[in-house]
Nanobody, 127 residues
Framework: QVQLVESGGGLVQAGGSLRLSCAASGRSFSVNVMAWFRQAPGKEREFVAAISRIGGSTVYADSVKGRFTISRDNAKNTVYLQMNSLKPEDTAVYYC????????????????????WGQGTQVTVSS
């Protein structure tokens, strides 16, 4: 089992920044890929960014590319999402996810590769 706990959400004005953190515990040493997804009210949960444990390969959704940066500290079993130039459309609950299996980088966007999910943290961007 892997437990994921997100933190760092909040209310920010458009153009501002936030940094989300996701701390993994349990069998976190077996996690291969960690990712962030988000879900706005009335919408499907969508992929935001992902990073591999080995090599640090990253993938971003087009909507956040150039504004968000995902990183990880393997020693702390923590993944971060630095969000800059935030827009009202970034408002959502942000979820951390962990995948145990080895998959190709193109698959990082797919929800079904992730085995564990956090409870989510709310991010609200005011205009």
């Amino acid at each position: 089992q892997v437990q994921l706990v997100e933190s760092g959400g909040g209310l920010v004005q458009a153009g501002g920044s936030l940094r989300l953190s996701c701390a993994a515990s349990g069998r976190s040493f077996s996690v291969n890929v960690m990712a962030w997804f988000r879900q706005a009210p009335g919408k499907e949960r969508e992929f935001v960014a992902a990073i591999s444990r080995i090599g640090g390969s990253t993938v971003y959704a087009d909507s956040v590319k150039g504004r968000f940066t995902i990183s990880r500290d393997n020693a702390k079993n923590t993944v971060y999402l630095q969000m800059n130039s935030l827009k009202p459309e970034d408002t959502a609950v942000y979820y951390c996810a962990a995948a145990m299996g080895y998959v190709g980088v193109p698959s990082y966007r797919e929800r079904n590769i992730y085995d564990y999910w956090g409870q989510g943290t709310q991010v609200t961007v005011s205009s």
